[in-house]
């Protein structure tokens, strides 16, 4: 696997799969990769800790991060290129060109210029990279509707993958954010997962989820229409950490 810090040294030809990634890397972006792999002639994946999508400052400082390790993983999972590069590269002095996705939801709302910070990182890999493909999983499913719908906007020529959320044996789904939760804050986030679950065929799932969270308050919870797939979405925050979590009530993905 080859590591590339500057655009310039990214010379890509062929079918190319795109894994965008903020490292801390885990099993749900193994499985990215893995498809990605299976898809395509070449796999080259980010590792870019993006602070434009970041609202709070103490959270983009307390992002983890472990280079050797992610790009170990990565490398192991048949990742051709491995791009990382510096804030600089991505936003050199004197930038100021944004893209504004416009509708995101609730989870744009909780978290105003998230999704600006997204959009504008992930537009700027498409075209450095030029990918067929770029990889996403489910459970940002907030992110992959704005960036289908950046997509289709613009006209850029990439095929936005979104695949299952990867879980952990007790139903959690995973994220770089479960390591900040102690023993009896990571049975306590176990409501989110089943209370989405429950409300699966319900009348009324956001009722239905909102009255099974067994006392967690949540930022919110939404239904997001994927294309072929309806989820239902929800974000709360066990002690200090915030959790996303959705599950597929309509279509498939």
């Not at 907030?142 to 993958?161: E, F, G, M, S």
């Not at 799932?205 to 072929?228: F, M, S, T």
Request: one cysteine or more.
């Amino acid at each position: 696997m080859r590591i590339a810090r500057r655009i310039d040294e990214l010379e890509l030809a062929g079918n190319v799969g795109l894994v965008p990634t903020m490292g801390a890397l885990h099993d749900g972006h193994r499985a990215l990769f893995r498809a990605a792999r299976a898809e395509s002639e070449l796999v080259v994946a980010s590792l870019f800790v993006n602070p434009a999508q970041f609202d709070e400052q103490t959270d983009l400082a307390a992002y983890p991060r472990d280079e050797a390790r992610d790009a170990a993983l990565a490398e192991a999972e048949g990742v051709d290129v491995l791009f990382a590069p510096a804030a600089e590269e991505i936003y050199p002095p004197g930038f100021s060109t944004w893209i504004d996705p416009g509708d995101v939801g609730a989870e744009g709302a909780a978290r105003p210029g998230h999704f600006r910070g997204v959009a504008t990182v992930c537009v700027k890999l498409f075209n450095i990279v030029r990918p067929q493909r770029a990889y996403f999983g489910q459970k940002d499913a907030q992110q992959a509707a704005v960036l289908r719908r950046v997509v289709h906007d613009l006209n850029l020529p990439v095929q936005i993958r979104v695949l299952p959320t990867v879980r952990d044996a007790d139903g959690l789904a995973l994220s770089s954010r479960n390591v900040r939760l102690s023993p009896a804050e990571r049975e306590q986030a176990l409501a989110l997962p089943r209370a989405l679950r429950a409300a699966v065929g319900t009348a009324d799932p956001v009722a239905a989820a909102r009255a099974a969270l067994n006392g967690l308050d949540p930022d919110y919870i939404e239904l997001v229409d994927l294309g072929d797939a309806t989820v239902l979405a929800a974000a709360v925050r066990v002690g200090s950490t915030r959790l996303i979590d959705n599950v597929i009530v309509e279509g498939d993905l």
